[in-house]
């Protein structure tokens, strides 16, 4: 089973400042790599996929990088509604699997 | 408009069982495969099972692996989720997720999602 690893496990960032978001996999996943955006309450959001595709009207803000085992979210300049947890997880493998999560929260 | 909605939730007894449903419109439903991943109170996403748009090839979470049965109904636009020997840590939301098409076999990102359904195992 591949692991996935997200840090921080908190991010504590102002509005208007960037945040970048790290997630590390146990063992390859190519770009197999999804983010998804959590809200108590709400379902996940898709907000990339291959490890660097913005998904369906997902705002420019966001932007994905890396391959292999690292890989990287970055919100670049946050706005209030971007304030949630950050999950990544590989769906090259079975099974698939989900890092713990990132809680980005108001500095 | 595309859109999952689960239902079958609820409150049940440790050992005992229920089926969660998900209705699927606004796509054609037999060419995706489908998913369900939970998340426990206070806890994080945690996948549970995938099936494929013919039902052709299903996987399970080994926390679930012998407890839990996924299938569809393309007739009907569902997938359904038995969940048996139901303990308190499968106590969670369960989302039902649309995955990629068939067009690119089963390897890709969940892109729709239901809202979810409480399942709660209490005595």
């Known amino acids: 089973e591949i692991m996935l690893t997200q840090s921080p496990a908190t991010l504590s960032v102002s509005p208007g400042e960037r945040a970048t978001l790290s997630c590390r996999a146990s063992q390859s996943v190519s770009d197999n790599l999804a983010w998804y955006q959590k809200k108590p309450g709400q379902a996940p959001k898709l907000l990339i996929y291959?490890?660097?595709t913005g998904a369906t009207d997902v705002p420019a803000r966001f932007s994905g990088s890396g391959s292999g085992t690292e890989f990287t979210l970055t919100i670049s300049s946050l706005q209030s509604e971007d304030f949630a947890v950050y999950y990544c997880q590989q769906y090259g493998n079975w099974p698939r699997s989900f890092g713990q999560g990132t809680n980005l929260e108001f500095k | 408009e595309v859109q999952l909605v689960e239902s079958g939730g609820g409150l049940v007894k440790p050992g005992g069982s229920l089926r969660l449903s998900c209705a699927a419109s606004g796509f054609v439903f037999n060419t995706f495969s489908m998913d369900w991943v939970r998340q426990a109170p206070g806890k994080g996403l945690e996948w549970v099972s995938s099936?494929?748009?013919?039902?052709?090839?299903?996987y399970y979470a080994d926390s679930v692996k012998g407890r839990f049965t996924v299938s569809r109904d393309n007739a009907k636009n569902s997938v359904y989720l038995q969940m048996n020997s139901l303990r308190a840590d499968d106590t969670a939301v369960y989302y039902c997720?649309?995955?990629?098409?068939?067009?690119?076999?089963?390897?890709?990102?969940?892109?729709?999602w239901g809202p979810g359904t409480m399942v709660t195992v209490s005595s």
């Open positions: 291959g490890a660097s």
């Open positions: 997720a649309r995955g990629p098409s068939m067009m690119v076999g089963m390897v890709g990102a969940f892109d729709v």
């Open positions: 099936i494929s748009g013919r039902s052709s090839f299903i």
